[in-house]
């Protein structure tokens, strides 16, 4: 099979004879930069187009980033956020695995 690219007259009409592009490396390893902003018509030759072997794209700009707003948490802090917490948790456990470690 092969990947040809071609103008939407032809793609609508499965006419493989004047591509715009032939894209076919073999051995499926056909690969389309999509990188332009515009309309895209991909259609398989030797017949296959007929059977529906065809495919259009249209490549469209990226939105624009949303606006980010500013976030005020009337929330309160979370303990294991303060710098004592973690520490004192991290002691406990090993004051326990030395006290299992005893006995």
């Known amino acids: 099979m092969n990947v040809l690219e071609v103008n939407k007259t032809d793609y609508e009409s499965c ?3 004047h591509p715009l592009k032939n894209w ?3 051995a499926g390893r056909d ?3 999509l990188n332009v902003t515009r ?3 991909f259609i398989s030759g030797k017949g296959f187009c007929y059977g529906g072997m065809k495919l259009a794209v249209r490549v469209e700009n990226p939105p ?3 606006k980010a707003s500013p976030v005020k948490s009337d929330a309160p802090s979370s303990i294991l956020n303060r710098p004592y917490v973690l520490p004192a948790v991290f ?3 090993a004051m326990w695995d030395a006290f299992v470690h005893l006995w």
Do not use: C, F, L, S
């Open 31 to 33: 690969v389309v930069p």
């Open 24 to 26: 076919t490396r073999g």
């Open 91 to 93: 002691a406990i456990g």
């Open 15 to 17: 006419n493989a004879d």
């Open 39 to 41: 309309h895209y018509y």
């Open 64 to 66: 624009p980033p949303p």
